[in-house]
């Protein structure tokens, strides 16, 4: 685990404007920048970063926070992966507590394994472009398939020389173990005899969504009826086959930006797809499909559309995918190519128009794709038939959302020509053989566990507290600690022969923030939206524990993203007083109100809060559930405070 030190050097260190701008292009506005949004089609610049907060604010598609929960969003990053991103941007070291021994060697032998596969990715490009056989031979290769150098540049492809030993000894020359070389899959190793594993084929780097370079595909360019055509490297401690795709550091934010992810079989797939300007395309690179690399699509979107050749075989057994698909709440769409073409082959024969108008007007839901499969081979029989509703209903059976499955029945119905009645009773059928199978393996894991090792801490929702009646005032206050937790007034009134507030001399200052929390502790005054109380008792702690003012900054930090946005909120919805003088407007002096307002703020929320429990006794007392005989005394008490709390808020107005 990072360690904190280290989370706050990066988060102290990292420039927002910097690194953003390394996505986007942004133009100075005011004190703060502005460009068009990374996460939405918009012409129009709503995007807004502020150094002096350092926070970002999309008002396009409501995303905001820091430089950590940009690229989480942007890069889709996980909290980590950031950090470590941001780390290496600014040059810093990554210092991390709770490890072990065993556990630092284990990390220090995997960043091994990156650099050598990096090592490997420079020199195959170099050779690829700057050796003459890797120029007439690897280059000639691609460009007979199409590819532009700035295609072939863009997914870092390369060249392999066909000398038994040659990248093996390059490397070792260069001062890299012959251990990891072998590790990751670049050298075999037989006894004292090494050589190159990918000799003579051209080179196609496997990317991390991050841009590490996790393995190899290598294809062999001489016909040899005993050499694979296709080669990967094998499985290591950062490559495993199952669990990328791809392509998909190259099409992420393609990905993000249209909401949907093509995905294709092979390399040359994807080059040919993404140079035709369908850029959201991975592969699963001769693989069947597995959940890992849908986990990883559904990280950027829940939309996969499958691009199958004219194969029947392989499309049958694809079917599986679909199934795992959408058993991971996804939607999922097809489209089948012309016999004899592939998206390689199509995406090379035809204008870039004709492709993105083929894939529109072919796409279909899976149902249709599946029914088309099922019924071809039925004829018929009406057998075959019932047996195709059944297959059907399994893939809808999968769907968790109830809605979904409803419409995919009836849509079944009407293409089967059958009963919607039926469908649905093989439905609940299947869903409840389903549940049982999952409860009973709940309780076979549980039988092992102690019961609090299996109790979970569930958050209290904060749906429909917005419309609370107390939300408005909660907001109010925290955004007073956010913004002016700092400044300091004197707020011990004494009120003079014509009841108004004077203040006297010696009296001492304290801040908003002191005077908030004292406020609500006193009278044990808490907040109801869980967000916002969240807030405030990390500014009670830090107040009580290190006597001081907790910053905005300590809540953008990403580990929790719906406090985090809420903070952004009231940190960007501060209204900026920079630009107004130069209109000849000339508002008042921040401080000219911001005493009164921190205390119509608290007698504010102090009046809802009272008004609350008077209106629950009142309730009590109407619905015959009241228990406490001091009931009515206790609202009349209530009453006269509020009473006397909205006489103090006509004296501030």
Same mark, same amino acid.
């Given at each position: 685990m990072i360690t904190q030190e280290t989370i706050q050097k990066i988060i102290d260190t990292a420039r927002i404007e910097e690194v953003i701008g390394d996505f986007i292009t942004l133009k100075k506005a005011g004190s703060s920048f502005k460009g068009l949004s990374p996460f939405s089609n918009e012409r129009t610049p709503s995007f807004m970063v502020s150094p002096a907060k350092q926070i970002f604010k999309d008002f396009s598609s409501g995303k905001g926070g820091s430089v950590v929960t940009f690229l989480m969003e942007h890069e889709q990053f996980t909290y980590p992966e950031a950090l470590r991103f941001l780390a290496k941007k600014y040059n810093i070291e990554i210092v991390e507590s709770g490890q072990s021994d065993e556990e630092r060697a284990k990390r220090d032998t995997r960043e091994s394994l990156f650099l050598v596969n990096q090592f490997a990715n420079e020199y195959f490009q170099d050779q690829l472009w700057n050796n003459e056989t890797g120029r007439s031979i690897g280059l000639s290769y691609f460009k007979e398939r199409g590819f532009t150098d700035e295609s072939i540049k863009d997914f870092q492809l390369g060249y392999s020389h066909e000398g038994y030993e040659v990248f093996t000894q390059h490397a070792l020359d260069k001062g890299y173990q012959l251990e990891y070389l072998s590790q990751v899959g670049l050298t075999k190793v037989d006894g004292e005899r090494k050589s190159d594993r990918f000799r003579g084929r051209v080179m196609f780097p496997i990317l991390s969504h991050t841009g590490r370079v996790l393995g190899f595909g290598g294809r062999v360019l001489k016909k040899d009826a005993k050499t694979a055509k296709y080669l990967n490297s094998p499985e290591s401690e950062i490559y495993h086959k199952s669990k990328i795709l791809y392509g998909i550091y190259q099409a992420k934010q393609a990905i993000a930006k249209a909401d949907e992810c093509f995905l294709v079989e092979g390399y040359t797939d994807v080059v040919s797809l993404h140079q035709a300007g369908v850029?959201?395309?991975?592969? /699963? /690179? *001769?693989?069947?499909?597995?959940? @890992?690399?849908i986990l990883l699509v559904k990280r950027f979107t829940r939309n996969i559309t499958l691009l199958y050749d004219g194969d029947p075989a392989g499309i049958k057994a694809s079917l599986r995918g679909i199934d795992l698909i959408l058993e991971q709440g996804m939607h999922v769409q097809t489209v089948l &190519?012309?016999?004899?073409?592939?998206? @390689? /082959?199509?995406?090379?024969?035809?204008? $870039?128009?004709?492709? %993105?108008?083929?894939?529109?007007?072919?796409?279909?839901?899976?149902?249709? &794709?599946?029914? /088309?499969?099922?019924?071809?081979? !039925? *004829?018929?029989? #009406?057998?075959?038939?019932?047996? !195709?509703?059944?297959?059907?209903?399994?893939?809808?059976?999968? +769907? #968790?959302?109830?809605?979904?499955?409803? !419409?995919?029945?009836?849509? %079944?119905a009407r293409m089967l020509e059958m009963e919607e009645r039926i469908l649905f009773s093989e439905l609940g059928q299947i869903r409840a053989t389903k549940l049982e199978k999952e409860q009973q393996r709940q309780r076979r894991e549980e039988r092992g566990l102690r019961e609090e090792e299996i109790m979970k801490v569930v958050e209290p929702e904060a749906k429909g507290l917005e419309d609370s009646i107390l939300f408005v005032q909660e907001k109010a206050l925290t955004s007073l600690l956010l913004n002016h937790g700092t400044t300091e007034f004197n707020f011990e009134e004494v009120v003079n022969e014509y009841g108004e507030p004077v203040e006297t001399e010696g009296s001492e200052k304290e801040s908003i923030?002191?005077?908030?929390?004292?406020?609500? %502790?006193?009278?044990?005054?808490? &907040?109801?939206? #869980?967000?916002? $109380?969240?807030?405030?008792?990390? &500014?009670?702690?830090?107040f009580n524990e290190e006597e001081r003012v907790a910053l905005p900054e300590e809540f953008l930090r990403g580990e929790y993203p719906a406090r985090m946005n809420l903070v952004v909120d009231l940190i960007a919805d501060e209204p900026e007083l920079h630009d107004w003088k130069r209109k000849r407007i000339y508002p008042p002096d921040k401080d000219a109100y911001l005493k009164s307002y921190a205390m119509e703020s608290v007698l504010r929320f102090k009046e809802k809060k009272i008004g609350q429990l008077i209106a629950e006794i009142q309730e009590a007392?109407?619905? *015959? %559930?009241?228990? @406490?005989?001091?009931?009515?005394?206790? !609202? $009349?008490?209530?009453?006269?405070?509020?009473?006397? +709390?909205?006489?103090?808020?006509?004296?501030?107005?």
């Amino acid at each position: 685990m990072i360690t904190q030190e280290t989370i706050q050097k990066i988060i102290d260190t990292a420039r927002i404007e910097e690194v953003i701008g390394d996505f986007i292009t942004l133009k100075k506005a005011g004190s703060s920048f502005k460009g068009l949004s990374p996460f939405s089609n918009e012409r129009t610049p709503s995007f807004m970063v502020s150094p002096a907060k350092q926070i970002f604010k999309d008002f396009s598609s409501g995303k905001g926070g820091s430089v950590v929960t940009f690229l989480m969003e942007h890069e889709q990053f996980t909290y980590p992966e950031a950090l470590r991103f941001l780390a290496k941007k600014y040059n810093i070291e990554i210092v991390e507590s709770g490890q072990s021994d065993e556990e630092r060697a284990k990390r220090d032998t995997r960043e091994s394994l990156f650099l050598v596969n990096q090592f490997a990715n420079e020199y195959f490009q170099d050779q690829l472009w700057n050796n003459e056989t890797g120029r007439s031979i690897g280059l000639s290769y691609f460009k007979e398939r199409g590819f532009t150098d700035e295609s072939i540049k863009d997914f870092q492809l390369g060249y392999s020389h066909e000398g038994y030993e040659v990248f093996t000894q390059h490397a070792l020359d260069k001062g890299y173990q012959l251990e990891y070389l072998s590790q990751v899959g670049l050298t075999k190793v037989d006894g004292e005899r090494k050589s190159d594993r990918f000799r003579g084929r051209v080179m196609f780097p496997i990317l991390s969504h991050t841009g590490r370079v996790l393995g190899f595909g290598g294809r062999v360019l001489k016909k040899d009826a005993k050499t694979a055509k296709y080669l990967n490297s094998p499985e290591s401690e950062i490559y495993h086959k199952s669990k990328i795709l791809y392509g998909i550091y190259q099409a992420k934010q393609a990905i993000a930006k249209a909401d949907e992810c093509f995905l294709v079989e092979g390399y040359t797939d994807v080059v040919s797809l993404h140079q035709a300007g369908v850029k959201n395309v991975v592969a /699963s /690179s *001769g693989t069947a499909l597995t959940v @890992d690399q849908i986990l990883l699509v559904k990280r950027f979107t829940r939309n996969i559309t499958l691009l199958y050749d004219g194969d029947p075989a392989g499309i049958k057994a694809s079917l599986r995918g679909i199934d795992l698909i959408l058993e991971q709440g996804m939607h999922v769409q097809t489209v089948l &190519f012309p016999e004899g073409e592939d998206p @390689d /082959s199509f995406a090379r024969n035809n204008s $870039q128009k004709e492709l %993105t108008d083929f894939l529109s007007e072919e796409k279909h839901n899976f149902l249709r &794709f599946k029914a /088309s499969l099922l019924l071809s081979d !039925a *004829g018929n029989d #009406p057998l075959s038939k019932a047996k !195709a509703a059944r297959e059907m209903v399994q893939s809808i059976a999968l +769907i #968790p959302d109830e809605l979904e499955r409803s !419409a995919y029945v009836q849509e %079944t119905a009407r293409m089967l020509e059958m009963e919607e009645r039926i469908l649905f009773s093989e439905l609940g059928q299947i869903r409840a053989t389903k549940l049982e199978k999952e409860q009973q393996r709940q309780r076979r894991e549980e039988r092992g566990l102690r019961e609090e090792e299996i109790m979970k801490v569930v958050e209290p929702e904060a749906k429909g507290l917005e419309d609370s009646i107390l939300f408005v005032q909660e907001k109010a206050l925290t955004s007073l600690l956010l913004n002016h937790g700092t400044t300091e007034f004197n707020f011990e009134e004494v009120v003079n022969e014509y009841g108004e507030p004077v203040e006297t001399e010696g009296s001492e200052k304290e801040s908003i923030c002191e005077y908030i929390l004292t406020e609500l %502790t006193h009278d044990e005054l808490d &907040f109801e939206h #869980p967000e916002l $109380q969240s807030i405030l008792h990390h &500014f009670i702690k830090v107040f009580n524990e290190e006597e001081r003012v907790a910053l905005p900054e300590e809540f953008l930090r990403g580990e929790y993203p719906a406090r985090m946005n809420l903070v952004v909120d009231l940190i960007a919805d501060e209204p900026e007083l920079h630009d107004w003088k130069r209109k000849r407007i000339y508002p008042p002096d921040k401080d000219a109100y911001l005493k009164s307002y921190a205390m119509e703020s608290v007698l504010r929320f102090k009046e809802k809060k009272i008004g609350q429990l008077i209106a629950e006794i009142q309730e009590a007392f109407k619905n *015959g %559930t009241s228990t @406490d005989p001091n009931a009515l005394a206790t !609202a $009349q008490q209530l009453t006269r405070l509020k009473i006397e +709390i909205n006489k103090q808020l006509n004296r501030i107005l």
